[in-house]
Antibody
Framework: EVQLVESGGGLVQPGGSLRLSCAASGFTFSSFAMTWVRQAQGKGLEWVASISGTGGSTFYADSVKGRFTLSRDNSENTLYLEMKGLRAEDTATYYC????????????WGQGALVTVSS | DIQMTQSPSSLSASVGDRVTVTCRASQSISIYLNWYQQRPGKVPKLLIYAASSLQSGVPSRFSGSGSGTDFTLTISSLQPEDFATYYCQQSYGAPFTFGPGTKVDI
């Protein structure tokens, strides 16, 4: 059974930093791209960033480019999202998601990690 | 970047109704279109990928169609558990944008 468990969320001041982790199990982690999607309270889904299975390619939304860094440790089956220069508008639940086999789609999701940026 | 729009933004329906949600891309995305369902307080769930392929375990009352810029999600006979918000997403190229969502309620 595929499981994705996020951790590292919390309250941080504007301009601060936070690192989210996503521990994966139940599938061959290195064979799949992984993605972070966020959702502000009462709002829609926003794609944040994706990384290839090898970690060699990363893609970011313009809203986080230059502030967020996505990485993965395939030996530990863990995905990371390093967030710096956090802003109030980054406040959201961050979901870790596994990409599909044949096409870019998110077939499994974690339960989410809440990030609150506030003074 | 590719922009995604959905219509309607919300709709009211009854159990047993046939429901159609439309998604439009700002440029051609071939069949690189996915649909997700999000029930209140729950994690999003993949329903349809590649415009018309049903994700494993998803009931056959859900179907998707379209290509290019115009896509449709159809629920053939609405069930109580289908009251949720539905999002389309383009997977043609990064950034992999989502539509704003369509809320289906009673």
């Amino acid at each position: 059974e595929v499981q994705l468990v996020e951790s590292g969320g919390g309250l941080v001041q504007p301009g601060g930093s936070l690192r989210l982790s996503c521990a994966a199990s139940g599938f061959t982690f290195s064979s799949f791209a992984m993605t972070w999607v966020r959702q502000a309270q009462g709002k829609g889904l926003e794609w944040v960033a994706s990384i290839s299975g090898t970690g060699g390619s990363t893609f970011y939304a313009d809203s986080v480019k230059g502030r967020f860094t996505l990485s993965r440790d395939n030996s530990e089956n863990t995905l990371y999202l390093e967030m710096k220069g956090l802003r109030a508008e980054d406040t959201a639940t961050y979901y870790c998601a596994k990409d599909g086999k044949r096409t870019t789609c998110y077939d499994h999701w974690g339960q989410g990690a809440l990030v609150t940026v506030s003074s | 970047d590719i922009q995604m729009t959905q219509s309607p933004s919300s709709l009211s329906a009854s159990v047993g109704d046939r429901v159609t949600v439309t998604c439009r891309a700002s440029q051609s995305i071939s069949i690189y279109l996915n649909w997700y369902q999000q029930r209140p307080g729950k994690v999003p769930k993949l329903l349809i990928y590649a415009a018309s392929s049903l994700q494993s375990g998803v009931p056959s009352r859900f179907s998707g169609s379209g290509s290019g810029t115009d896509f449709t999600l159809t629920i053939s006979s609405l069930q109580p558990e289908d009251f949720a918000t539905y999002y389309c997403q383009q997977s043609y190229g990064a950034p992999f944008t989502f539509g704003p969502g369509t809320k289906v309620d009673i």
